[in-house]
Nanobody, 126 residues
Framework: QVQLVESGGGLVQPGGSLRLSCVASGFTLDYYTIGWFRQDPGKEREAVSCISRNDIRLYPADSVKGRFTISRDNTKNTVYLQMNDLEPEDTAVYYC???????????????????WGQGTQVTVSS
């Protein structure tokens, strides 16, 4: 069974940090670009960060640049999103997704992702 499972969300104060994990099962992440997305109620889903099969990292969301870091550990079949200096505007459900790629393609369109996790809630509030 193919699954992506996110974890690491929770309630944190502004300025705090969280590390989200995305663990794949049923397949290996070696040939996949992994993207982190987020969505708040009433808002469109936003691409936060993507990491290619060869560890090219992009941060389409300007608001997270310099604060969030995406990484992957293929030996653990896991992708991480380190989130520092969190702001209330970062509050959202965070999803990871996997897109199969033949090339080193960091951030394909969201429609190209093959698998999606169920999300983990991140709430930033005092």
């Amino acid at each position: 069974q193919v699954q992506l499972v996110e974890s690491g969300g929770g309630l944190v104060q502004p300025g705090g940090s969280l590390r989200l994990s995305c663990v794949a099962s049923g397949f290996t992440l070696d040939y996949y670009t992994i993207g982190w997305f987020r969505q708040d109620p009433g808002k469109e889903r936003e691409a936060v960060s993507c990491i290619s099969r060869n560890d090219i990292r992009l941060y389409p969301a300007d608001s997270v640049k310099g604060r969030f870091t995406i990484s992957r550990d293929n030996t653990k079949n896991t992708v991480y999103l380190q989130m520092n200096d969190l702001e209330p505007e970062d509050t959202a459900v965070y999803y990871c997704a996997a897109a199969f790629t033949h090339y080193d393609y960091p951030c394909p369109p969201s429609s190209e992702y093959n698998y999606w996790g169920q999300g983990t809630q991140v709430t930033v509030s005092s």
